[in-house]
């Protein structure tokens, strides 16, 4: 009667241990399952995952290819996106890949008969116990087993691959040598890196830089404090806040999420843009480009050549600067810039040369240039007149009204005039072109401001309450011109500005579809569930209410299955806003350009796509109403339907034909470059073969999946329309040949 007693005590007692055992090696487990120890290995086929699932290790093959190659993604996002590649230039041909720890501290990456194809090369031997952890950050990290301090023995962010994302640090770590560069995969099956990389160049005033090979491509500028001089946009930018620091241990970018649940990834591209921002959208589960490089043909490096400045709303885009003249009047004219500008009359040097202030630049190359923190504006400039070498100055700080100084020596090179932003620069003149400066006594500037502040400041406040009311009139008699019956047979509804505020979430970028020359697009729903697209215009887009008149009028007056449809527009004091049918697709470069939505273009719908481009082209010139140049014909402004059927869409560039006219001529030439026909180009004659040489390019773009602008091949430097002019050249060469 004992034993039994003792025998189920024994029995309970083993099998509360067994569970509890059981549930301990469950926790562990459970806990270890973004972690991997000395003593275990990670084979193709299965994946580290990130503690909150944010992102995911693991073997992968790019696009058709075959081979197989370590790398980090997104966990949960759909359209596998890959931010870093381990063994980027040695695949692995077959899935025996297999990640271990090695006894000297590093990550080694094997295949079968344990050839190693790619190591961590991590001189830094370990104490005690390792693991190797994905964070979710995304950063893969080899740590000490009893310590997450953030001191890592190797981390994957300081090896990045093509793509930037929160956290990552771009630049160098001055103490240990360590360049952190972006490069770009060779093409969407094979990461190994491209000729494009992405870095920052340190030398004298730090800014980042894009290379192909050794040659520069774009060029952001110095920092300025708030931003890079070369990008002013984003200062107000919605989506994350840029951080910039050089000190004595490290020069190095990076950017956080104003949202942090979001998000976000710059990549470096072989072709087309050569840097892109993207957001995820949620909601559309697709990735939402916001920013790019380069944004217009003024970011191409040095496009004016020497003491040349780069103004995008001007045609010819390149100018002199104020007192420079064309070096060769001949090349310029004929629009090849690359020989720059001399002065009109030389300096002076040692006596009396003085300085003209431009506002809203981009900063020229700083690797002539010299920088102290430490002086006022007053003191930079009497530093410039020291250095007969000296050619321009300015606050390298703009933070608190100004401080620094920063000096350029030689020619002024990458000059571009913003719209809106930009910094000052006070450029070196010949005394008798410089802007007189007046030398007052510091008593005297003093009492001369407290008197102009008092006197002016009551005039001022007055002439700015009058500048809005006179402002307000002229918006309202503007928008009258268009809304009362300056078009007798304009029938277009009017949406309340209220209603499309509320439909787009007040113009969120959650929203936003995209960025036109007109300005941004938005997606939007109505109160009765019906989706639209609504185009705002931009203050700084350099089209203004000319153009939206003229789309408006234009669309309003056409019907064809291959136009976009116009269903409203709605103008509210400086507000102007046009109102279409919601395209889910998006336009046709989002297709033509993107490594994955490319493939879902096959052939058969290339062909319909081009069909339908050419059916609503003919329309216009032939069986509307009105004979019609579109003037701005390009894969961007060619909307897709839920059906993919292409609609031609963005009028507001367009110009009408009368009666027999076959020809007109402007002075103010618009479009975009890579599109625009050549005599348009250069003499601002346009007509029918305009456009047609515009869906030329475009018909191009479909068949080979290049950009026009941007188009890069490692083997020559043409154009895309170049290339495969000789490409078709060839073709008729062999085929004579064995036709013969």
């Known amino acids: 009667m004992d034993i039994l007693p003792n025998t189920v005590f024994c029995s309970i007692l083993s099998l509360t241990l067994f569970n509890t055992s059981f549930l301990i090696f469950q926790l562990k487990f459970s806990t270890a399952l973004d972690t991997i120890a000395p003593s275990q290995s990670l084979s193709d086929g299965k994946t580290l995952v990130s503690r909150e699932e944010s992102f995911e290790l693991g073997f992968f093959s790019p696009g058709i290819s075959k081979n197989r190659y370590l790398g980090i993604w997104y966990k949960n996002i759909p359209l596998r996106t890959v931010l870093w590649v381990a063994n980027r230039r040695n695949p692995i041909e077959d899935s025996s890949g297999l990640l271990t720890i090695d006894n000297t501290s590093n990550l080694l990456l094997v295949s079968n008969r344990n050839v190693v194809v790619w190591s961590s090369n991590s001189t830094i031997v370990a104490k005690s116990p390792i693991v190797l952890q994905l964070l979710d950050s995304g950063n893969l990290v080899l740590r000490d087993e009893k310590s997450d301090s953030g001191r890592y023995l190797w981390q994957s962010f300081d090896h990045p691959s093509d793509t930037l994302i929160p956290g990552m640090k771009l630049g160098w770590d001055l103490r240990t040598g360590l360049e952190r560069r972006l490069s770009s995969w060779r093409s969407s099956d094979d990461p190994s890196p491209g000729d494009l990389t992405w870095g920052i160049k340190v030398q004298n005033n730090p800014e980042t830089i894009i290379w192909r090979g050794s040659q520069q491509y774009f060029r952001s500028g110095p920092w300025t404090g708030i931003a890079f001089t070369g990008a002013p946009e984003l200062v107000q930018n919605p989506v994350f806040k840029l951080n910039f620091v050089s000190s004595e241990d490290e020069v190095y970018l990076s950017y956080n999420l104003k949202n942090i649940s979001a998000f976000s990834r710059i990549v470096v591209n072989q072709t087309t843009n050569y840097r892109e921002a993207y957001t995820w959208n949620e909601a559309t589960q697709t990735w939402v480009l916001y920013a790019s490089v380069p944004r217009d043909s003024c970011d191409n490096y040095a496009l004016c050549g020497a003491n040349g400045n780069c103004i995008i709303n001007d045609l010819p885009i390149c100018r002199c600067l104020k007192k420079f003249k064309p070096k060769s009047p001949e090349k310029w004219n004929l629009m090849d810039w690359s020989g720059g500008c001399v002065r009109n009359k030389p300096l002076n040097c040692q006596k009396g040369d003085g300085f003209v202030k431009y506002l809203g630049l981009k900063w020229p190359d700083a690797t002539h240039s010299w920088l102290n923190k430490s002086m006022n504006l007053n003191e930079c400039r009497a530093k410039c007149l020291q250095n007969c070498s000296c050619m321009a100055y300015s606050n390298s700080d703009v933070r608190g009204g100004g401080s620094g100084c920063i000096i350029w020596y030689g020619d002024l090179i990458d000059i571009r005039q913003f719209p809106a932003g930009g910094q000052e620069l006070y450029i070196r003149m010949n005394p008798s072109e410089s802007e007189a400066k007046a030398e007052p006594t510091v008593k005297i500037a003093v009492i001369v401001s407290i008197v102009i502040a008092m006197v002016s400041g009551l005039l001022v406040f007055c002439y700015c309450i009058c500048k809005r009311k006179e402002k307000c009139r002229e918006m309202d008699q503007q928008n009258d011109q268009i809304t009362d019956g300056e078009n007798?047979?304009?029938?277009?509804?009017?949406?309340?500005?209220?209603?499309?505020?509320?439909?787009?979430?007040?113009?969120?970028?959650?929203?936003?579809?995209?960025?036109?020359?007109?300005?941004?697009?938005?997606?939007?729903?109505?109160?009765?569930?019906?989706?639209?697209?609504?185009?705002?215009?931009?203050?700084?887009?350099?089209?203004?209410?000319?153009?939206?008149?003229?789309?408006?009028?234009?669309?309003?007056?056409?019907?064809?299955?291959?136009?976009?449809?116009?269903?409203?527009?709605?103008?509210?004091?400086?507000?102007?806003?046009?109102?279409?049918?919601?395209?889910?697709?998006?336009?046709?470069?989002?297709?033509?350009?993107?490594?994955?939505?490319?493939?879902?273009?096959?052939?058969?719908?290339?062909?319909?796509?081009?069909?339908?481009?050419?059916?609503?082209?003919?329309?216009?010139?032939?069986?509307?109403?009105?004979?019609?140049?579109?003037?701005?014909?390009?894969?961007?402004?060619?909307?897709?339907?839920?059906?993919?059927?292409?609609?031609?869409?963005?009028?507001?560039?367009?110009?009408?034909?009368?009666?027999?006219?076959?020809?007109?001529?402007?002075?103010?030439?618009?479009?975009?470059?890579?599109?625009?026909?050549?005599?348009?180009?250069?003499?601002?004659?346009?007509?029918?073969k305009s456009d047609v040489f515009s869906f030329g390019i475009m018909l191009l773009e479909i068949v080979t999946g290049k950009k026009s602008r941007g188009f890069y091949h490692p083997d020559n430097t043409l154009s895309l329309i170049g290339y495969v002019s000789i490409q078709g050249l060839n073709f008729l060469i062999t085929f004579n040949h064995f036709s013969d």
């Open 488 to 688: 007798e047979d304009l029938e277009l509804p009017q949406f309340e500005f209220a209603k499309i505020v509320n439909a787009t979430n007040n113009f969120s970028i959650e929203n936003k579809l995209g960025q036109g020359g007109f300005g941004p697009v938005y997606k939007g729903t109505l109160e009765d569930g019906q989706e639209i697209a609504v185009k705002r215009l931009s203050m700084s887009s350099g089209q203004g209410l000319k153009e939206f008149k003229n789309e408006v009028i234009l669309i309003n007056k056409l019907q064809h299955r291959n136009l976009v449809k116009l269903l409203g527009c709605s103008i509210q004091r400086e507000e102007r806003l046009l109102v279409y049918e919601y395209m889910p697709n998006k336009s046709l470069d989002s297709f033509l350009f993107d490594q994955t939505k490319s493939k879902l273009l096959d052939w058969s719908k290339r062909f319909n796509i081009i069909c339908g481009i050419a059916r609503g082209l003919l329309y216009l010139h032939q069986d509307s109403r009105l004979r019609i140049i579109h003037r701005d014909l390009k894969s961007s402004n060619v909307l897709l339907d839920k059906d993919m059927n292409p609609k031609i869409s963005d009028f507001g560039l367009a110009r009408t034909f009368g009666g027999d006219q076959t020809e007109g001529n402007t002075s103010r030439v618009v479009g975009t470059y890579g599109y625009m026909a050549p005599e348009y180009a250069t003499d601002g004659l346009f007509s029918v």
